[in-house]
């Protein structure tokens, strides 16, 4: 398993900025480490207008894909697993993201966000996650606060996993989170 510290989980409740802090955190990263290999990808979400109509998955090297949509009725999307009121795509999710879980030579960091309920609809996602925590090589991944006081199973293995630091986002501590963050990786990047 990851070495203690290596695992760095950002949690929060919805539209708190875990995905802002992660692009952040990278930016940072990129500007005072430009040689830095960098793998992974984070979600966006999908508008048109002022409504959530969906997400897509966005890799480091900046390539996307459909992640969830409220909007696709093509036939085969009626049989595509649901959360809330997205169907999730994983014949558009799993070819661009199960590829960036595989720890490439010479990777400095891996970037996932998010593992939640929709990517743990792909069977082959939870199982490149445990072996991204094998390789080593310092994670960082946003997570969804439980719901209910009850965790997604894979989410809960994660967030008890003794490598993991937990960072609980909200409004009042979004900056102070980012430079905790952005310290913690440049120190352990330098070692590593």
Known sequence: MAALGKCFLVTGPPGVGKTTLIIKVLESLKNSHPNLTIQGFYTREI???SERVGFEVVT???RRGLLA???NSSPESFRWPTVGRYKVDLASFEPLALPELQV???TDLLVIDEIGKMELYSSSFFPAVLKVLESGVPLLASIPVPKGGRDIPGVARLRNHPGATIFTLNVGNRDAVKEQ???Q?????QKH
């Open 47 to 49: 508008r048109e207008g």
């Open 104 to 106: 490439k030579e010479g």
């Open 181 to 183: 963050i952005y310290s």
């Open 60 to 62: 480091i090297d900046g």
């Open 185 to 189: 990786l440049v120190d352990l990047l």
């Open 69 to 71: 949509s409220t909007t």
